[in-house]
Every structure is written in C-alpha cells, then in structure tokens.
DNA sequence: CAATACCCTATCGTTTTTATAGATTTTAAT
DNA sequence: ATTAAAATCTATAAAAACGATAGGGTATTG
C-alpha cells in the first residue's frame, strides 16, 4: 500500500506544479485544495524541502514553492524521499540493499527472482515520469 | 514492503514444487528446510489451501501437497491471495476497487495517473511467470 | 493410542496517522 | 524601530491499524 505521506506529499507537489505563479503558497491553501489535514501537511512539506524538492519563506505572505522546473523531478527521487525504497525486499534494493537472513543463496531464492522482475517494472515507470508528465491532462 | 507471510508462502510453494514427489510434506519439514517460524507457516498455508493451491491430508503420514502442476500457477493469483491487492492504491485496484473518499476527479489525479502505470507493469510481470518459472535455476 | 493437521484467541511490537503545544522566524504596519 | 500578526519549525505522544508470534484445544488418520 502507498502510505497516506506519500500521497500527500505527491498531490501537494502536483499543486505547486500546476500554479503558473512560483510565489510561496501557504500550508492552509495547498491543505484546504487537497483536503489533507493541515498539521500532517506540515511534516511532509518539511521533508520535502530538506530533501531539495521545495522552498519555504517564512512571515507574512510566506510558503512553500518548487524549487525546480517539474520537468526536472523525477518520480524515482519523490518516491524514494517519501517511500523509501522501491524495491519491496531489501535484497533487490539499489538504493538500501540488504542481506536476508534467512536465505542461504539469493541466487536460487524464488522470492529475489520475482521482486527483482517487480523493481525493474516499476524503475522504469518512475524513471519515465517527472512531475510535469502528471500535470498533463 | 512484501510481508513476511507473502515471502514465506513463496517459499513454502517452491520448495513443494522443487520436490518430484507429490506426497503430503509436514509443516514441520518446509518450516525447517526454509527457516520459518513453524506456527506462522501454519496459518498461511492454511489460507493456501482454502484457496485452491494446496491440499492436505490430516493425521499420521499427513502434510500439504500442491494440487496443481507449477505451470499452472500464476504469480497473480498466489500474490492476490497472500499479499492482497497488486495495485498500490484501491482507485487502481482491478479486483479490489474502491474510490478515494477525498479525490474528486481520478481522471485528473496525479496519483492515480502514476499507480495507474505501476500496477500495469507489475501486473505484466506477475502474469508472466508461474511457480514453474521460479524454480528453473 | 499417537502423530498430525486444523482451528480459535490473545498478545506483543512496529508502523502509520493524527493531534497537540509551543518556540522561532519573518514580514508588514504603525 | 517596535510591535503584532502570520507562518514555519520542532518535539512529543496518543490512537489506530497491522504484522508476527504463541498457546492450547479439537478432530482426524494410521
């Protein structure tokens, strides 16, 4: 299951993305559009900018706003950001890679073959889409 | 993530399938061999066999045995079964649909747009291999 | 009778989600 | 320059859902 973050945190880019205008826009107007309660909003923002997706300027007349163009977000990075990894096992991940414990040899373990087919499927589908190809009507 | 009672219920199939008997097998031996948890291998076989993919014998000699040949068993069906839905998120579910109760226009949803794609390559994936391909080393 | 599968329930731990409270920073207006 | 409003930031934790595990009883077969 997509968590609810990540949800949010996907709508709430595509908003910024669809204003013409790259002025801050405040927590309470992204919130009220999308109807993600407001304070949830709030964290996910936050990881957002410190992951480099947006900017914020505080006092009055503040917000948040995109700090690149859509085109240059990749879906793989949001994804990973809010996500975590892609892979659904950690002995397919490329980016949080880790052994299981219980398997002998990943080479003949039924499971690693499988979710490694899955990861490539999804890579591809996240590494073809930016932001900008989700704002397309 | 996969939960740990899809990764086991993998396991479990494929080790059935590995052997050229098809003899009832005990609990006991797949969790050994695979390195289970024995009372948690329990309940999801059972779940396996209420839904068609194994039988099992009671009593002295007994054990769970596959009820159809690898070949026949599709990766959709086992994943449906153990892991629920393929689709990360209901509004793109095929067998388990629902509607978001705060998106107004799928059509116009960033979110759906993207799980949209993702459950379609997954879907292929999945309906490309059987328990029979799992094996082949 | 003994071995084994089946079934029901309770518990523990983790993750996710939401909620609350207050501190800090910035801006606009006076 | 001062003040007050608006907004971000930080920290905590309660509530809910889910995953994993364990215990013990019942039924069936050889």
Redesign the interface.
């Known amino acids: ?2 968590s609810k973050k990540t ?1 949010y945190g ?2 709430a880019l ?1 908003y910024l993305a669809s204003l013409e205008s790259r002025e801050p826009v405040q927590i309470a107007e992204i919130a009220k559009h ?3 309660s407001q304070k949830f909003l709030e964290s996910i923002l936050l990881t957002l900018r410190r992951n480099g997706f947006l900017g914020s300027k505080k006092g009055k007349g503040g917000g948040y706003y995109l700090i690149k163009e859509p085109e240059d977000i990749l ?1 793989t990075a949001v994804m990973r950001v809010l996500e975590g990894p892609i892979a ?2 950690p002995c397919v991940s490329l980016n949080f890679y880790e052994k299981c414990a ?2 002998p040899d990943e ?5 690693n ?3 490694l ?2 990861r490539d ?2 890579l ?3 590494r073809n ?1 930016t932001l900008a190809d ?2 397309a ?1």
Chains 1, 2 share one sequence.
């Open positions: 299951m997509l949800k996907l709508k595509t999308e109807n993600i879906m659904m096992v219980d398997c080479n003949k373990c039924s499971v073959k499988l979710m087919q899955v499927s999804a591809e589908v996240y889409n989700l704002i009507s």
